[in-house]
């Protein structure tokens, strides 16, 4: 799927996760023939090149050139991280007046996890994103448009009816895929300059270990 007049994206990950930027030297890269931009929010870097070759020559030169210190250090216990976290809370059953222990009834409780299980995908995720006149458009293989849209509307502090979502064919597989954090990605690329078309190609790791995953795509 190609638009007219797109620019094609990469993104420079950190060497892990919690990990935060703390310089780029970005001096010999800036007049790489070819390159649009080089996109910095936060700790977000991104590269946008006329060609798709061009992206990927820039943001390996800006990984080289980057330099990265651990912000909080990685959770001993991931579950516990994971609860203390949490982004939702939804009771399922609750009862009113409920007497249990004048009636004997012994109260249960326990916690149940599994251990992260890796997917991988058929093919690297990919998303194009287009802003027009405050409207968000994302072209994505994501496995639910309407759930993607959702969180697009909340990293981008945008109104969900202001993001539309159109679901393309892309890579698949048995689990979570990148193709969510693509179309963040691409999203990301296109609010640097509104009115542009990016393609995030293979933006993000196919590796279902989180949202965000911490690795580049090589």
């Not at 023939?33 to 060609?51: C, H, M, S, Y």
């Not at 179309?183 to 949202?211: I, V, Y």
């Amino acid at each position: 799927m190609t638009l007219p007049g797109m620019l094609y994206g990469r993104v420079v990950r950190p060497p892990h996760n919690f990990a935060g930027l703390i310089s780029l030297d970005d001096r010999k890269v800036e007049s790489m023939p070819g390159l649009a931009a080089i996109v910095r929010e936060g700790g977000f870097v991104g590269v946008l090149a006329e060609r798709e070759d061009v992206a990927i020559s820039a943001q390996r030169a800006l990984r080289l050139a980057a330099s990265w210190k651990e912000i909080d250090p990685l959770p001993r216990d991931v579950y516990a991280w994971l609860k203390e976290h949490a982004a939702e809370h939804r009771v399922i059953s609750e009862k009113e007046n409920a007497d249990v222990k004048s009636r004997g009834v012994t109260m249960l409780e326990a916690s149940y996890t599994k251990p992260y299980i890796s997917h991988a995908s058929i093919g690297p995720s990919c998303a194009i994103a287009r802003i027009d006149d405050g409207k968000l458009v994302v072209w994505s293989h994501s496995q639910g448009i309407f759930n993607l849209r959702r969180d697009l509307a909340l990293a981008l502090a945008m109104r969900e009816d202001a993001i539309i979502v159109r679901h393309v064919e892309g890579a698949g597989c048995y689990g979570h895929n990148g193709a969510d954090d693509a179309a963040l990605d691409a999203a990301l690329l296109a609010r640097a300059q509104t009115g542009a078309r990016f393609r995030c190609n293979g933006c993000e790791t196919t590796n279902s270990r989180g949202r965000r995953a911490g690795r580049p795509w090589p």
